[in-house]
């Protein structure tokens, strides 16, 4: 079964320091990879996707990822953490049937 | 445009009512979503329309029943609904089923009593 995995289901970084936010897939074809970030009581906001091409991509509010095929991952870093980062952040993966499968997500908090 | 709007954002309904979810876009995507998310958990996909057809119903409940009148709207028409399915409802939409980026609206926050 195609699963989403995202390890600790609760982050705290320290503000100024580096979040790192680990997501691994299961396919044997490369998925479309995605993470999502949802503040309190508010939708699913893209923060950037992987498709094809260059495997470091960058997101909004300096996020980016690295889809590393040989490891299966997709994990999501930004260099410093402000408070405003916090929230749940979504790893997801769309595969072959067009279906959105989704990790359990990751509560990242900011301390100050 | 790239807005999905849904309303209400918040809805308290008693088990014996009926009551609609509406959601609504403007960017001429022909593919749209319903997720239902619990606290704390991931969005779980309930149903797709594509060309304003049903695609995919993931074995959902007949309290719930999905309606698409036009390209642009979506609705989620509600009855009898138990306390275990509050939720916060979410809606998407895509240029296409193919297409790989799903647009999120805000969301219902849904409370059965």
């Known amino acids: 079964a195609q699963s989403v995995t995202q390890l600790g289901s609760h982050v705290s970084v320290s503000e100024g320091a580096l979040v790192l936010l680990r997501c691994n897939y299961s396919?044997?074809?490369?998925?479309?990879l995605f993470w999502y970030v949802q503040y309190p009581n508010q939708g699913l906001q893209l923060l950037l996707k992987?498709?094809?091409?260059?495997?470091l991509v960058k997101g909004i509010n300096g996020f980016e990822a690295e889809f590393k095929k040989s490891e299966t991952s997709f994990h999501l870093t930004k260099p410093s953490a402000h408070m405003s980062d916090a929230a749940e952040y979504f790893c997801?993966?769309?595969?072959?049937?067009?279906?959105?499968?989704f990790g359990k997500g990751n509560q990242v908090v900011v301390i100050p | 445009d790239t807005e999905v709007t849904q309303t209400p954002k918040h809805l308290v309904m008693g088990m014996t009512n009926k009551k609609s979810l509406k959601c609504e876009q403007h960017?001429?995507?022909?593919?749209m979503y319903w997720y239902k998310q619990k606290a704390k958990k991931p969005p779980e996909l309930m149903f797709v329309?594509?060309?304003?057809?049903?695609?995919i119903n993931e074995s959902v409940p007949s309290r719930f029943s999905p309606e698409c009148p036009n390209s642009s709207l979506l609705n989620l028409h509600l009855h009898a609904l138990q306390p275990e399915d509050s939720a916060l409802y979410l809606c998407?939409?895509?240029?296409?089923?193919?297409?790989?980026?799903?647009?999120f609206g805000p969301g219902t926050r849904l409370t059965v009593t």
């Open positions: 992987y498709t094809t091409g260059a495997t």
């Open positions: 960017m001429g995507h022909r593919a």
């Open positions: 329309y594509s060309y304003e057809k049903l695609s």
């Open positions: 997801a993966v769309l595969y072959g049937n067009n279906r959105l499968a």
């Open positions: 396919s044997s074809v490369p998925p479309y």
């Open positions: 998407a939409s895509s240029r296409y089923e193919e297409d790989y980026e799903q647009y």
